[in-house]
C-alpha cells in the first residue's frame, strides 16, 4: 500500500454505498482520482473519499472541484458539470456512460434556474447510485444562477452498454 489516511477520513465503501469512517494510519492504495473524488483500496476493499477530505490522504493535496474562471450558466455548463461526476468503479463520467436519460432547466420568479436530472445506474442493486446522484447534485448547485438542483434515479428504460457513447466506449476499450 502506498500511501497513508493522515487524519480519520470519511469514506464510502463501494459498491455498498455505507458511509464509514477510515481511520488515521491505515494504509491504502488510490485506484483513481476522476471529478475531484479519489478511489481507495484497503485490505478492507475500495472506498471514495470526496474531492473535500482528499488532503487527509498522505500525498494527495486538495482535490478542489476543477480550476479557472466561473463558468456562464448554460445547458453545457450542466452538461460540462455532469461529465465530472463518475461511477467509481468505472473510468467514464456518467454522461459517457449513458447514465443521464434527462436534462429539464426551468426559469425561476427570481430569474435563476431550477435544473432535473433524470438518470439511471448501470445496476439497479449498486449502493453507490445516491453518492453519484448527490455528487451530481451538488455540482449543479454550485453552477452560477442554480437556484434548485435535483437528481432523480429512475430504472425506465433499462439501462444497457449500448447506451455507452463513442467516447466511453473508447476509454473502456470497448472500440
Known amino acids: 500500500m502506498g500511501h497513508r489516511i493522515l487524519s480519520d477520513c470519511p469514506a464510502t ?7 464509514v469512517t477510515l481511520a488515521a494510519g491505515d494504509e ?25 477530505d482528499a488532503s ?3 500525498g ?24 465530472t461526476c463518475f461511477d467509481p ?11 443521464i436519460y434527462d436534462l429539464s432547466i426551468e426559469g425561476t420568479p427570481s430569474g435563476s434556474n431550477a435544473i432535473d436530472v433524470k438518470m439511471t445506474l448501470t445496476a439497479p442493486g449498486c449502493g453507490m447510485g445516491p ?3 448527490e455528487d451530481a447534485r451538488r455540482k449543479i448547485a454550485a453552477l452560477p444562477t442554480v ?29
Not at 465503501?13 to 458511509?19: F, L, N, T
Not at 480550476?67 to 461529465?83: C, H, I, M, R, T
Request: no cysteine; aromatic share 4%; hydrophobic share 45%.
Open 89 to 99: 468503479e468505472i473510468p467514464v463520467n456518467i454522461v459517457d456512460l449513458g447514465l
Open 28 to 52: 491504502v492504495d488510490v485506484v483513481h482520482t476522476l471529478g475531484g473524488n479519489v478511489t481507495v483500496r484497503t485490505e478492507r476493499g475500495l472506498f471514495r473519499i470526496s474531492g473535500e
Open 147 to 175: 437556484e434548485r438542483a435535483k437528481v432523480h434515479i429512475v430504472w425506465d428504460p433499462v439501462w444497457n452498454p449500448r447506451m455507452i457513447s463513442e467516447a466511453g466506449r473508447k476509454a473502456l476499450g470497448l472500440e
Open 131 to 133: 453518492v453519484i446522484a
Open 60 to 83: 494527495l493535496g486538495p482535490a478542489g472541484e476543477g480550476g479557472g474562471p466561473a463558468q456562464a450558466f448554460s445547458e453545457q455548463a450542466v452538461w460540462d458539470a455532469l461529465k
Open 13 to 19: 465503501a463501494i459498491p455498498a454505498g455505507d458511509a
Open 56 to 58: 487527509r490522504v498522505d
